[in-house]
């Protein structure tokens, strides 16, 4: 069973920049598309940016240009390099499979991302 832990996380001023990373643990990781997700507060959780095992991205339009999605399957880490951020991007990141009919793995802790105006 994979194990996921994101990090990176913090607090940024608009305009700056972030990078959260998401280390996975166990098997098969490098088989599995895999995405960032993110939650604010009083909303359901949505989709940020996906990698194929084979590395093809996809972007939600909120993000397209802004952020960086990559992974190192040697590794088992997936990244997620966010610029120009908005305080609209403020939420809980997490990592997990993509694809909205996929089974998803245990979900970890998520790291949190505060952007000041």
């Known amino acids: 069973q994979v194990q996921l832990v994101e990090s990176g996380g913090g607090l940024v001023q608009a305009g700056g920049s972030l990078r959260l990373s998401c280390a996975a643990s166990?098997?098969?990781?490098?088989?599995?598309?895999m995405a960032w997700y993110r939650q604010a507060p009083g909303k359901q959780r949505e989709l940020v940016a996906a990698?194929?095992?084979?590395?093809?991205?996809n972007y939600a339009d909120s993000v397209k240009g802004r952020f960086t999605i990559s992974r190192d399957n040697a590794k088992k880490s997936v990244y997620l390099q966010m610029a120009s951020l908005k305080p609209e991007d403020t939420a809980v990141y997490y990592c997990?499979?993509?694809?909205?009919?996929?089974?998803?793995?245990?979900w970890g802790q998520g790291t949190q991302v505060t952007v000041s105006s």
């Open positions: 166990g098997r098969l990781f490098e088989i599995y598309d």
């Open positions: 997990n499979r993509a694809g909205a009919y996929v089974m998803k793995l245990p």
């Open positions: 990698v194929a095992g084979g590395g093809g991205t």
